[in-house]
């Protein structure tokens, strides 16, 4: 197969790789000012804490059950196929959000389609564009071009962040309402799923190397991809209190912050989160995919928990900059722990059947965080999601710390 020379990609990796990057910058970028507007879009049409986190919960549980068809049936069809669907989802999803203002049609919305309410990509392209590159790379460049795709999906996450401030700069310059602006947004989103979806189409690898994109059930590594599934969704569980849309929430109630001042402040948390990835791949060469997992994620979640208990904004601020440079860095090495421990035909499955329960065990916890947040200001949903990492990362360790990928035996 031909080879990329690309300055941003391993050696070696397949160019496919390029265009899969690409795409999810576009889906980032939109992922950023979505993430940021949606509570801040539906408190402007009257909605409270509460159904804010319902309409969180419902696009988390959405994306779990779309993850899981994906996983399902992956093996019935070409990758092209499953990426192509998920593209015209999202298109429907953004086009969606942009007409309807009433509760029930916005629900319904929410769970069939791709939109995001996390910081993270927890939509059903992420198993299918990880299958595709790990097939794009050699195990030794895997985790290196795992942290490129994580890099690129919070960077221009991060600048993303800042186009949130695009609507109320257009309503104080009399060009829209802001109502009005922040539905322009919502089709923007829904308009870039057309430009993700032509890339994919240009995707050389599922029609050259169809042995290796047609993917298979899971068998031999079912054991090993259900417990590492189970200790994700306790993982996803936990961060379903700290979604970004809730946090922005948080940051509204608790320091009466503008949207435009969130959206500076997840844009530079965004920058320490892509810049972490950068250390991920030489990390996990010396201490190995399960210690970096782990000892990068303890001491975020430790600062996770002191957020809500810092009585000004800078002080919030600098502990939740301490935890976007860390708490991330386990991301790449998650990804690529997985698709080095199952056969290459069981990627689709695996990527999906880890995913899956992630989606839908964060797919609780909003809910329960925008009731706490109608309770109280002080930030319990914080304290919860820490606490509840602490104890995935010590577990984790303690199950997976013998079970290495192959490079690494």
């Keep these: 197969m031909s080879h990329s020379t690309s300055w941003w990609l391993p050696p070696g990796t397949h160019p496919d790789a390029a265009l899969i990057l690409t795409a999810r910058g576009i889906r980032a970028f939109t992922d950023g000012y979505v993430a940021l507007l949606l509570p801040y879009y539906l408190t402007l049409l009257g909605y409270s804490a509460l159904e804010v986190g319902v309409i969180a919960t419902a696009t988390l549980l959405g994306s779990g059950l779309l993850t899981l068809l994906a996983g399902m049936f992956a093996y019935r069809f070409r990758l092209h196929v499953l990426l192509t669907t998920a593209c015209l989802l999202m298109l429907g999803t953004g086009l969606g959000f ?3 203002t009433d509760f029930l049609p916005l629900l319904l919305i929410a769970v069939i389609g791709t939109l995001n309410p996390s910081s993270g990509d927890v939509s059903v ?3 299918l564009e990880q299958t595709l590159l790990s097939h794009a790379a050699a195990s030794a460049q895997r985790t290196a071009l795992f942290s490129r795709y994580s890099l690129v999906g919070h960077l221009i996450g991060a600048f993303g962040a800042l186009a949130a401030a695009i ?13 009005s602006a922040v539905q322009l947004m919502f089709v923007v989103y829904g308009l870039s799923a057309l430009v993700a979806l032509a890339l994919y189409r240009r995707l050389a690898s599922a029609t ?3 042995d290796e994109t047609r993917a298979a059930p899971l068998g031999a590594s079912k054991g090993i991809v259900y417990r590492l599934a189970a200790l994700f969704s306790l993982d996803a569980f936990a961060g379903g209190f700290a979604v970004q849309s809730l946090l922005a929430l948080w940051l509204f109630q608790r320091f009466d912050l503008s949207v435009e001042a969130a959206g500076s ?4 948390m965004g920058l320490l989160a892509a810049a972490s990835f950068l250390a991920a791949p030489s990390i996990a060469r010396r201490i190995g995919l399960i210690n970096t997992m782990v000892f990068t994620h303890l001491p975020a979640n430790i600062f996770c928990v002191l957020v809500p208990f810092m009585p000004t904004l800078p002080l919030a601020i600098l502990l939740l900059s301490l935890r976007a440079l860390l708490s991330s860095m386990d991301v790449p090495a998650r990804s ?5 421990v199952v056969s290459p035909g069981e990627r689709p499955a695996a990527a999906s059947v880890t995913a899956v329960p992630r989606s839908l065990a964060s ?8 009731y706490l947040l109608t309770v109280s200001t002080f930030g319990w949903p914080l304290v919860i999601c820490g606490a509840l990492k602490i104890v995935y990362d010590l577990t984790l360790l ?3 710390r013998k079970i290495k990928p192959p490079e690494e035996r």
């Design 98 to 100: 942009a007409i309807a």
């Design 125 to 127: 392209f992420s198993p």
């Design 167 to 179: 609507p109320g700069v257009l309503a104080h310059a009399g060009v829209l309402e802001i109502k």
């Design 208 to 210: 050259a190397r169809g």
């Design 265 to 268: 402040i997840f844009f530079w």
């Design 336 to 340: 690529s722990y997985v698709m080095a």
């Design 363 to 370: 797919a609780v916890s909003p809910m329960i965080a925008g």
């Design 398 to 400: 303690g199950m997976f």
